[in-house]
């Protein structure tokens, strides 16, 4: 199993709609979580971080953190055709006996206008 | 404030060859990242340096390494390149002191290397 899980994608959304994307991690005692969003030809970008259980909102992001059920989420309310990229889940993970962060293969978002 | 820089961002080397790829870290954060991204295997992390020691290495071979300087500047170098070496290497870094605090790490814009 791999540490952190995402679908691959392509998701198409239509312009508006919500948009929901999801990861999964294996790790029990990961305690940080990132959604880094990623431009073709580009760098990623952090969106939001998340440490807690329950719900935390930026704007039209919210990111959904569920310790139990080991899987964070990000929704994108209104969604713009500007938000059709890769989006990227990063856990921190102890592997081998270290701390690092560990990042999903990233879900790839389609606006449709 | 002025982000994290990578240099150079673009590089076509020989196989066998070597590169040397270097990054400069937000001022104030101590720790920098390197990671590898391709197509197929995505964003895979190389290795991290604090304070010029490496406290974290993933699982890549001997010929990547890296070091970091007192100023917190680090440099990476790929030796006796191979054609699978092809790919963008994200620099990041974190203000993470030695306790880890999950802080957040943040992106250069990369070096896209070609091996051909």
């Known amino acids: 199993q791999k540490e952190v899980e995402q679908n691959s994608g392509p998701l198409s959304v239509p312009e508006g709609a919500i948009a929901s994307l999801n990861c999964t991690y294996s790790?029990?005692?990961?305690?940080?979580f990132f959604w880094y969003r990623q431009y073709s030809g580009k760098s990623p970008e952090l969106i939001m971080s998340?440490?807690?259980?329950g719900d935390k909102e930026d704007g039209r992001f919210t990111a959904q953190l569920n310790k139990a059920s080991q899987y964070v989420s990000l929704l994108i309310r209104d969604s713009q055709p500007s938000d059709s990229a890769t989006y990227l889940c990063?856990?921190?993970?102890?592997?081998?006996?270290?701390?690092?962060?560990?990042f999903g293969q990233g879900t790839r978002l389609t606006i449709n206008p | 404030k002025a982000g994290v820089t990578q240099t150079p961002r673009y590089l076509i080397k020989t196989r066998g060859q070597q590169v040397t790829l270097s990054c400069s870290p937000i001022?104030?954060?101590?720790?920098v990242s390197w990671y590898q991204q391709t197509p197929g295997q995505g964003l895979q992390f190389l290795f991290e340096?604090?304070?010029?020691?490496?406290?974290n290495k993933g699982n890549f071979p001997g010929r990547f390494s890296g070091r970091q300087f007192s100023n917190s500047r680090s440099e990476m170098n790929v030796s006796t390149l191979e054609l699978g070496d092809s790919a963008l290497y994200l620099c990041?870094?974190?203000?993470?002191?030695?306790?880890?605090?999950?802080?957040?790490?943040?992106f250069g814009e990369g070096s896209w290397l070609t091996v051909v």
């Open positions: 990041a870094s974190s203000p993470r002191d030695r306790g880890y605090s999950g802080n957040t790490i943040y």
């Open positions: 790790d029990r005692v990961s305690q940080s």
């Open positions: 998340i440490y807690s259980n």
């Open positions: 990063a856990v921190n993970a102890r592997i081998q006996g270290a701390q690092k962060l560990v």
């Open positions: 001022s104030g954060h101590r720790s």
């Open positions: 340096y604090f304070s010029e020691t490496q406290r």
